[in-house]
Structure formats: structure tokens, C-alpha cells
């Protein structure tokens, strides 16, 4: 019997070894037939002479397993398992993760959807979207309206993609509704302090937002404002000295929405987020103010409500960075979007005030609509649709306006992955470091190239964005999403296969 035993165990664990083996080389293979990578293994390795780890830029080599950063090996010596994917000296990041985008679906798919938004993420190296609860139909303020979105969301996905609920006057004194919503998924609450320009998504006030911390502060979740607030009457219409009274003319929109607005609403939320220091009602709850744009007054009560202890951050997009208000040409409404788009010397103060750490970092507001809705024959800024189209170029575009200031890839890194990694609550993102997800973008920063007609370009409507003309130093090369290789070289997996990620 003891003879029968010594044979039969080591054919068992051979038997064993061979069912794992296959079951590993079955997984792969299945990767490749699935159509949801375009590299037909689970385990890799990425070798480059440019890797931006929290410690700094590195020659080294990942280890990739599972969808995880299994190792990250500094020198590229060690071991490891499956073919190496040498990509030089091109920079390996991790990827973009843009907490401000509008998708547009359920509803309003025309204007965008997720099958075209996470499709232009992914040739941007943009591994994380967070999106919107407004330009959908319904905004999603309810557990019920999210779970709309995330079925409309299914089989469309390229990129991982979470959601915010929306705070409106509906559901702020309503805690069960907050709650459900909440418990449902959303990663946190977005309110505007002005008109959306969205009937379903009506604007808060102080009281509103004060009962919106309460909720939150359970849950340890963000509330994310479009801190604007109409002032009755205003003589802050000083910026420029043109001809006030034509629609054609940016100076006209420009003056519709002075700074002095953004100081309004954002004194209000200084007072409100009070509550969110240690030891108010609304501690572990956390205030982040949306697309800032004046550089002067709203930024210095940012400051004060950070050196006082409450619990605020605040993001700015590139198109604030990128444009001033003098070179817009007339008539031309791809450069609509609200808050407006300032000055030179406001734009120059808003990298300063980046480069210094007093703007957290930046995301995209990628905002599109259908052409009709941006008016491009009539050329009416007060009529035409405010939003400005993107998503798939906000890396190239912040390093290409920031090289003059001398940004690094690191500050990059910071501003597009490690930050908004924070705010959403994604754990496992924005830094490449062992047992992260295997989130990347791998790009050559620096090719040159023009946004013309001949691009590709893969979010809906690519005339009404104001960049086409733009000359851009930056390409995306690759784009891997938790491992799976979703764009390379142009060419897209076959298949759009994440899930929605929600808060639990």
C-alpha cells in the first residue's frame, strides 16, 4: 500500500501542476481571443530608460501580473515571467486619471457616450474617468438614475470609469435619498452655486451644500462645486475694452461672468467648509472646487481655507492654461465654457499658482455637445453651448504649454494620476508602485505634430473642439488598463470591456 501511495502522489501533483499550467496558458489565450487586450498575456514585462515612480524618474523594468504591478525593478536586471515589451526611452507614467468629464449617457449620447468618450481616453492615455452627473438624461441623483447609468455604461467601457452623484435642492434635506445613492456607488457629490444650464440639475445654495457635507462626512467622500455665484450688479467689467454689446465678441461673454463671481461663491464655500476641520460636523467629508479660473481673489480665499484647516482642494483644466482671452478669435465659440477663459496675465498667474501647489492639479472638463448647440455660423458667444472638447489630448497639451515653465514629469505625474487618485478614493491607482493596478501610459514626449484634419481623433465631433490647429509636443504610444493592452500605435482592442468602478 505504501509503495502505491509514493506512486500515486507524485503523479497527482504532476497531474495538478499540468491543470495550473493550462489554466494559466488558457488565460492568456483567452486575452487574445476575447478581443479585450491586444497583448495575449497576463504576464509581461515593460522595460524603459524613463519610468516616473513616486520616487522619481527611473531606468528599470515592471513586472506585470495579474493586472497588478507585481515588481517594480530599478536597473531592468532580475527575473520575472513572459516576453519583456521594450519601449526605450519613451516615458512610462501611470495613467491619467481625469475626475471631471462629461460622458453624456444615458440620454445624450449624441453628444458624446461612453463607447466614444473612454475610446478617446484610451489614445490619450487617460485610465481613469470619473464622470459627470449632469448633461446626462436624467442627472443622476438618485440611486435609481445611477443605475441607469451604469447600465448604459455596460460593454462600452475602455478605460475604468466611476461616477458622481449630484446634490441638488431635491435631494440635500433628503439624507435616505443621499444615502442610497451613495451606497449605490457614487464616489461622491457634485453641485453647482449658479444655473447648470441643465433644467434636471437645478442649482444649491450654502444650506444645501452644508446638509450635502453632513451625508458625506459618513461616507469620508468628496463634495466636488462649480463655485460661480450670479451677483446682482457688477463694475468688474474691466478685462477688456471692446465693443460690449456684440455677441460676436468674446469680450461681451467675458464680461456676462467677471471674477468677482467665482469670489462670491467661493467666500460662501470658505465659511462652509468650516464644518469640515477636525472636530466639525462635517469632518471626513472634503470640499474640491471645479475648473478654477481667476487666478487673483477666489485663490487667495483657497489659501486661507487650506492654512485654516478645513478640508479643500482645488483643480484647474488646460484650456485655462493653454488660451487667454485676447488671442480668441471673434465669433469663434469652440472657446465658449464657463467659468470663461481670462486674460494672459491670469493665465500666466494660474501655472504659477500650479507650479506652486496651490492649485491641487488639473483635470479636463471635457464637455462636449452636438455642433448645432455651439452656434460656429452665428458665432454668438452669449447663445452658443459652453463646453470645450478635450479628453484624448489634455497630456500633450499640458506638456507642451508647460515646458516653458519647466514642469517635470513628475509634477505630471502628481497633477493627472497621484492627486485625483486621492480625491475619487482610488487606493490601487495613481502611482506606479508594487500591487498597484497596472494602469499606464506610455508616451514619446518628443514627437511633434499638429491636430489637423488628418488626426485621429476618437471623441464625437472633433470640430467643435478649440485645439484643432494647435501644434502639440507629446504622443501616446500605449495605454494598458489593470494589464490589459486597450490601445497601441493607433489601433484600439477589439473590444471595450472594463467594468464601472464604484465606492463600497
Known sequence: MDAVKWILLPLLFLIASVIILYTQSNHEVQNQSDGCSLLPHSRYRIRSTRIVTPEGVISGLLEIRGGL???????GGGGGEGPVLDYGDSVVMPGLIDVHAHLDEPGRADWEGFYTGTKAAAA????????????SFPSTVSEQTLRLKIKAARDKLYVDVGFW?????????????????LDAGALGLKSFMCPSGINDFPMTNAT????????????KRPLLVHAEMQLDSEDDNNETNDDVSDPRSYSTYLKTRPPSWEEAAIRELHSVAYETRTGG?????????????DSQASLNIIKDAKTSGSSVTVETCPHYLAFSSEQIPYGDTRFKCSPPIRNEVNRMNLWQALMDGHIDFLSSDHSPSLPELKLLDDGDFLKAW?????LQFVLPITWSYGKKFGITLNQLAKWWSERPAKLSGQELKGAIVSGNH????IWDSDVEYELDENHDVHHKHRNISAYMGTKLFGKVISTFVRGSLVYNNGKHAAMACRD?????
Open 124 to 135: 490619450g492615455g487617460v485610465t481613469t474617468l470619473i464622470d459627470m452627473p449632469l448633461n
Open 208 to 219: 444645501h451644500i452644508k446638509e450635502g457635507l453632513y451625508t458625506l462626512a459618513k461616507y
Open 500 to 504: 464601472p468602478i464604484l465606492a463600497t
Open 438 to 441: 497596472a494602469d499606464l501610459v
Open 386 to 390: 459652453g463646453g470645450i472638447s478635450s
Open 281 to 293: 460636523r462635517a469632518e471626513g467629508a472634503h470640499i474640491h472646487i471645479v475648473h478654477l479660473s
Open 165 to 181: 452623484g449630484g446634490l441638488v435642492p431635491e435631494n440635500a434635506f433628503n439624507q435616505t435619498v443621499l444615502e442610497k445613492l
Open 69 to 75: 504591478i507585481a515588481a517594480v525593478v530599478e536597473g
